[in-house]
T-cell receptor, first 113, second 116 residues
Framework: DGGITQSPKYLFRKEGQNVTLSCEQNLNHDAMYWYRQDPGQGLRLIYY???????QKGDIAEGYSVSREKKESFPLTVTSAQKNPTAFYLC????????????FGQGTRLTVV | AQSVAQPEDQVNVAEGNPLTVKCTYS??????LFWYVQYPNRGLQFLLKYITGDNLVKGSYGFEAEFNKSQTSFHLKKPSALVSDSALYFCAVRAAPQTGANNLFFGTGTRLTVIP
C-alpha cells in the first residue's frame, strides 16, 4: 500500500530536549518536504529535499535540522533551539517540482511539556 | 515572491447549495495551482490542480476550480454541498520551473461548514 508514513502521531517533549520526527515514503518520489502548521497561519515550509543527500532551508528552518540519506526517508529533528516547537508537523513528497502535486502524511502533533 | 491569499477564514453554506472557496495568488511567471482538503488531525488530501489549458478544472468529490489569469484567482467550487464536505481547504501555488523556484506555497486555509 503506497503512501507516506509519519511517526509518531503524538509526541511530547520536555523543554531543552531534541526530538526526531520520522517520515518514510514508498512512492519512489524524489522530493520531500516538511511543513509546520499553526492555527490561522496555514502551512509554512521548514525544509525540503529534491534529491538524496541534498536539502534546502525553507522559510522557518531555524531550530530544525534534517537529513536525506535515503530516498525513502526524510527525518526532522526539532532541536532545543526552536523556541516554540508546539505545532502540527506535516511531511510531504512529490515526484519532483513543477506540475506534480504533493502527497502528505497524516502528521505528527508535537507538544512541549 | 510567491504568495497565496484566502480571504475568508470561514465559509458557511447550507447543504444542497453551491459553494465557493476563494483563492488569489501572486507569482512570477506562470502559476501551477493546487487545492487540498484537510480533515481534523489528518494530513492534506489533494483535490485538483491547474497547470495549463482549460480554465475550468475538475477534481475529486465533485469539486472544480476556475483559473482566472486577469484576476489572479483560482476559486474552488461545487454545485451542491454535502455535510461531509465540511473541512479545512487550502489553496497552494508553485511557480513554473523556469523561475527556479520549486516551493509549494500555501494559503492560510478556509474552514468550510456545510449546515444540514
Amino acid at each position: 500500500d503506497g503512501g507516506i508514513t509519519q511517526s509518531p502521531k503524538y509526541l511530547f517533549r520536555k523543554e531543552g530536549q531534541n526530538v526526531t520526527l520520522s517520515c518514510e515514503q514508498n512512492l519512489n518520489h524524489d522530493a520531500m518536504y516538511w511543513y509546520r502548521q499553526d492555527p490561522g497561519q496555514g502551512l509554512r515550509l521548514i525544509y525540503y529535499s529534491q534529491i538524496v543527500n541534498d536539502f534546502q532551508k525553507g522559510d522557518i528552518a531555524e531550530g530544525y535540522s534534517v537529513s536525506r540519506e535515503k530516498k525513502e526517508s526524510f527525518p526532522l529533528t526539532v532541536t532545543s533551539a526552536q523556541k516554540n516547537p508546539t505545532a502540527f508537523y506535516l511531511c510531504a513528497s512529490s515526484m519532483g517540482g513543477g506540475i506534480t502535486e504533493a502527497f502528505f502524511g497524516q502528521g505528527t502533533r508535537l507538544t512541549v511539556v | 515572491a510567491q504568495s497565496v491569499a484566502q480571504p475568508e477564514d470561514q465559509v458557511n453554506v447550507a447543504e444542497g447549495n453551491p459553494l465557493t472557496v476563494k483563492c488569489t495568488y501572486s507569482v512570477s511567471g506562470n502559476p501551477y495551482l493546487f487545492w487540498y482538503v484537510q480533515y481534523p488531525n489528518r494530513g492534506l488530501q489533494f483535490l485538483l490542480k491547474y497547470i495549463t489549458g482549460d480554465n475550468l478544472v475538475k477534481g475529486s468529490y465533485g469539486f472544480e476550480a476556475e483559473f482566472n489569469k486577469s484576476q489572479t484567482s483560482f476559486h474552488l467550487k461545487k454545485p451542491s454541498a454535502l455535510v461531509s464536505d465540511s473541512a479545512l481547504y487550502f489553496c497552494a501555488v508553485r511557480a513554473a520551473p523556469q523561475t527556479g523556484a520549486n516551493n509549494l506555497f500555501f494559503g492560510t486555509g478556509t474552514r468550510l461548514t456545510v449546515i444540514p
